[in-house]
């Protein structure tokens, strides 16, 4: 009986160990794997920090004081947007692309303008989508209702 039982435990032992062997060699290759995937990310940001930071060390004149303006005009707007979220995430870049406008016309109008299509296309595709729907719904409705022969 107790030779059974030792063959028993023997074989759940064995399978335990074999199962946990897999396991902590799955465990083992996970974080290689996580690090194979995350190190190019993390190099090329290191790698635009530093030349971010080459480029700050080197700017061109009169970059500073754009960019306090450009920077100030987000603040002006985060105050003026008190009480409503949507008016926090609204007016800060409002009033900061009006002050990189004045600094930056030419890519200020470009902007504009790519923005201004981009808009249109997503508008027209609303309003056709709105429209395929109303159909559909009006349709299955006209369906549904029996219109009595006066």
Do not use: C
């Given at each position: 009986?107790?030779s059974?039982?030792s063959s028993v ?7 335990s160990l074999?199962?946990?062997k897999?396991?902590?060699l ?6 290689s794997e996580?690090y194979?995937?995350?190190k190019?990310k993390?190099?090329r940001?290191?790698q635009?920090?530093i ?9 061109p004149?009169g ?9 100030f005009a987000?603040f002006?707007?985060?105050?003026f947007?008190?009480?409503?979220k949507?008016k ?19 890519q200020a ?7 201004g299509?981009k ?10 989508i709105?429209e395929?729907?109303w159909?559909q ?5 006209r369906?549904?209702i029996?219109?009595p022969?006066?």
């Amino acid at each position: 009986m107790l030779s059974i039982l030792s063959s028993v435990t023997k074989a759940v032992l064995t399978t335990s160990l074999g199962n946990m062997k897999s396991v902590l060699l799955e465990a083992k290759s996970e974080p290689s794997e996580i690090y194979s995937h995350t190190k190019p990310k993390v190099e090329r940001f290191v790698q635009w920090g530093i030349d971010n930071y080459e480029y700050l060390q080197n700017a061109p004149p009169g970059f500073f004081p754009r960019l306090g303006v450009i920077g100030f005009a987000g603040f002006v707007g985060l105050l003026f947007a008190r009480g409503s979220k949507l008016k926090k995430l609204v007016y800060p870049p409002f009033f900061m692309g009006l002050g990189a406008s004045v600094y930056y016309p030419q890519q200020a109008i470009t902007f504009a303008q790519v923005s201004g299509e981009k808009l249109y296309d997503w508008g027209l595709q609303g309003y056709i989508i709105a429209e395929d729907l109303w159909k559909q719904h009006f349709q299955k409705v006209r369906d549904f209702i029996v219109f009595p022969l006066v």
